[in-house]
């Protein structure tokens, strides 16, 4: 195992203190682990929180910020945070208008954000309300979860919510846009190699010079099959295909996200992303926005997944809305 | 070689398609191979040129844009473009008021970036001035390189000019500002693994496992030495001593830039940063603005590089200016 690390039982604490250090716009609660705004949101507007496991950076702490979340809580890598870490975040930024937790759909991560709304209504009196994104079409179980895993949607949701919470929306309607939003999005994701978990030195798993694995979780999970490399115009089809084969893609517009897995270069990302823009041109797919680069990951896999999400002019109002994180970044 | 590639013939312009397609804000000439904006500066100000091989991205192509580049030439990968290549960029951005064009010193790019300008001369009557990036401190020779060769100073040189130019300064300021920035910028890179040219279809070169190679250059070429790789706070000095060794950092405040290499994930980045921005603490450097992400890249290459540019408030002012570029984007 080769990484810029220090140890790997410190890679957390080591990480989170040089994103601190790269962006004063953040505040990082060093011992919580919890990343906040530096400059919190107005009082009375519904706060956002997310969090789950490192190793998918930008996603959480990389979206912290005026559009986007309020608080972003890390667990180790690949580990869901504890519920009193999650509900310290929830009684920092909740207090005013009530907050929304989101939350990828993985087993430790359900229940320790579940435990955390609980403690925080109780101790703090914070209304909670939770959504659970569930987009990825590869596998309905996996190592990790009942029903399917949570992944790019993830990132428009954060987006699109930040933008309404930004505006003033009440919990009500925070809360009702985030679930239109999860059920509208899909994704699909390819490894051309495994990460390594730093604490256990090794690839989580194993691929075959030449081979890849189709519908990879971003915990290494295993996904559909595994078959050779193809030209980027087939393994392109095999993303497209089961997002159009779940959802009807070709009614409205789009967003389309195009996302890396970590170790993949932007030359290669843009490669995929015209053989999958052809491919939901020829299906009729109008897209009205995309998004091209990493922006959920998994550690130093090599690879990449396709997310596309339904939306309307009021989600594409809001996802233009301005918007000012370490990860994405517009309009002010 | 596992990549999301179609054929290794095929790899710039199918890049250059999914770029076109990632970004309706750029205008792509798919045939001469120069990504322009699709709205071009307004006439009377002084247009800006860059470019180089393939291979770097976001550098060059993703820099074109409001407060950046307005044109970039690609070569194939890790190769010059060609001099009538570059003239047609110098000539589509040129006729208003000049344009400076911004080159790494690499031998084959300084070459075809003179010739490029005299055509452009002869041809269209555009004066053209020519700055070239020469901020390595690793190595005075190299192999594609007489003389240090150009990388991190590259990104904030294109930043700063670009802010100059959008406000109207004429070719003699942008091209002074230019030679300042360059004067004052100094990087030193590392890497964990070498990159893997499709044409070529293996590693350039091979690191043992749990070696590095230090003062490594974007294209591969030899650093200074091989070594153990050691924990991110060694590997820090590494970077940060030579650099300090080379200028004087103190006096006044700097831009900080910690570059991925293209197959590093952030994390790791953010860790490194971490380390570094401590060792420039206690060093007495003022750190004013940082950057921390994959900005001039090596295909896929593990490894990262740190790039100091000392900076006034002029300097600053620009910095801090808007842009709006698939790479760098802030203030608009």
Redesign the interface.
Known sequence: M??????PES?LA?????????HPELRVDLERRVVYRAEPKAAGKVGLVSGGG??H??LHG?YVGPGMLDAAVAGEVFTSPTPDQIAAALGAVGTGAGVLQIVKNYTGDVMNFEMAAELAAAESGVEVETVIVADDVAVEDSTFTAGRRGVGTTVLLEKIVGAAAEEGQDLASVAGLARRVVNNGRSMGLA??SSTVPAAGKPTFQLE??E?EVGIGIHGEPGRERRP?A???E?ARLLVDPVLADLDFTAGPVIAL?NGM??????????????V??LLDAAGVQVAR?L?G?YI?S??M?G?SLTLLRVDDELLRLWDAPV?TPGL????
Do not use: F, Q
């Open positions: 080769k990484k810029l690390i220090n140890r890679v080591d990480s989170l203190r040089g994103l601190a250090a790269a490192t190793g950076e930008p990389g051309l190699t010079e030449g890849i490399i030209p980027a115009s393994l195009l970590g170790a993949t270069p932007l030359i290669e990302l843009h490669l995929m992303y015209g053989e823009a052809a995309r091209v990493n990951t550690l130093d090599a990449c000012v970044r517009w309009g002010a």
